[in-house]
């Protein structure tokens, strides 16, 4: 099988489970607290990423990151699984799974803003229609298409959702710094993290009760978003001859997740979801673009 095969493969097999994540956090949130979900899915990612390290006979270089980076690791783990998904999971806890999946596709533009102060990069102008078009399409999903209205489902779920997406591009920003094994640095910032997390958990909700359904929602997510489709991906850039044809496969997601919304969870997709989200990927493209340079041919 040619590596661009492979590539596709792997980033179609990534879109596929993070489409179905969405509905795997509204159904776990019914039995377990957001941060309870965080610490048991942490922990199900990091038995598959130790189990994954051991396979590639590299779990030698998680050990050598610890030592090495302790307090970068301790700053990335703080982020993410434990800021991020905290706050993310709350966002879903108070909205419609469709209203929370569709706000945190506006991190990439977020990640543009971000990266004027702490990148020193400059904003061109696509970016700043895209920022437009992206957050005009957030306030039509928050507020049902009745914008001068201004009625929100939740304004704290809102507000979470978004701050969700600013944490993520922080933590995009910072991983700049990280040129180690992605793997071996995840599990390393999981492994920082986790104690921040059982400390949370422990003081506020108290520890998951042991019910079937909680332990097997929280497995779920924690094996596919947290693991498996963070390494299909990797997997799929490392394949590919061309990471812009792999990048916009992320796009089939977020409509294949409100398929999921719609059939496990029973949401009625509201026709504002829909606008707002072809807004925010509209944005999406728009940043994406570059303009193809223009070749001179040299003559003598």
């Given amino acids: 099988m040619k590596n661009q095969t492979r590539a596709y493969l792997f980033g179609l097999s990534a879109v596929l489970m993070w489409s179905t994540v969405a509905t795997a956090f509204k159904l776990a949130l019914q039995w377990l607290s957001?941060?309870?979900?965080?610490?048991?899915?942490?922990?199900?990612?990091?038995?598959?990423?130790?189990?994954?390290?051991?396979?590639?006979?590299?779990?030698?270089?998680?050990?050598?990151?610890?030592?090495?980076?302790?307090?970068?690791?301790?700053?990335?783990?703080?982020i993410n699984p434990f800021a991020y998904y905290l706050v993310l999971f709350k966002a879903y806890d108070l909205l419609p799974a469709q209203q929370a999946q569709s706000l945190?596709?506006?991190?990439?533009?977020?990640?543009?803003?971000?990266?004027?102060?702490f990148l020193q990069q400059q904003l061109r102008r696509q970016d700043l229609l895209a920022m437009a078009l992206g957050y005009f399409g957030v306030l039509v999903i928050a507020t049902r298409g009745?914008?001068?209205?201004?009625?929100?489902?939740?304004?704290?779920?809102?507000?979470?959702?978004?701050?969700?997406?600013?944490?993520?591009?922080?933590?995009?920003?910072?991983?700049?710094?990280?040129?180690?094994?992605?793997?071996?640095?995840?599990?390393?910032?999981?492994?920082?993290?986790?104690?921040m997390v059982f400390a949370y958990c422990w003081f506020s909700d108290g520890l998951p009760s042991w019910h079937f359904k909680a332990?097997?929602?929280?497995?779920?997510?924690?094996?596919?978003?947290?693991?498996?489709?963070?390494?299909?991906?990797?997997?799929?850039?490392?394949?590919?001859d061309s990471t812009a044809r792999i990048s916009n496969l992320i796009f089939i997601s977020p409509f294949l997740s409100l398929f999921f919304i719609?059939?496990?969870?029973?949401?009625?997709?509201?026709?504002?979801?829909?606008?707002?989200?072809?807004?925010?990927?509209?944005?999406?493209?728009?940043?994406?673009?570059?303009?193809?340079?223009?070749?001179?041919?040299?003559?003598?």
């Avoid at 965080?38 to 130790?50: E, G, I, K, Q």
């Avoid at 991190?107 to 803003?113: E, Q, R």
């Fill in 34 to 78: 957001p941060i309870q979900l965080v610490l048991l899915a942490s922990f199900s990612s990091m038995l598959l990423l130790t189990g994954i390290l051991l396979w590639q006979q590299k779990l030698h270089l998680a050990f050598r990151y610890a030592r090495q980076r302790p307090g970068y690791f301790l700053l990335v783990g703080a």
């Fill in 104 to 117: 945190n596709y506006t991190w990439a533009i977020t990640l543009a803003l971000l990266a004027v102060p």
């Fill in 146 to 195: 009745d914008i001068l209205a201004m009625q929100f489902d939740s304004v704290a779920g809102v507000l979470l959702a978004l701050f969700s997406t600013l944490l993520w591009a922080g933590y995009w920003i910072i991983n700049t710094r990280n040129h180690g094994d992605a793997v071996a640095s995840l599990l390393v910032a999981f492994s920082f993290s986790l104690p």
């Fill in 215 to 240: 332990w097997l929602g929280a497995a779920y997510v924690g094996l596919f978003e947290m693991g498996v489709a963070f390494v299909c991906w990797v997997l799929a850039l490392k394949l590919t």
């Fill in 262 to 300: 719609s059939y496990f969870l029973a949401e009625q997709i509201e026709p504002a979801t829909y606008l707002g989200l072809l807004l925010i990927i509209a944005g999406l493209l728009i940043q994406q673009w570059r303009p193809k340079k223009t070749v001179i041919e040299a003559r003598p």
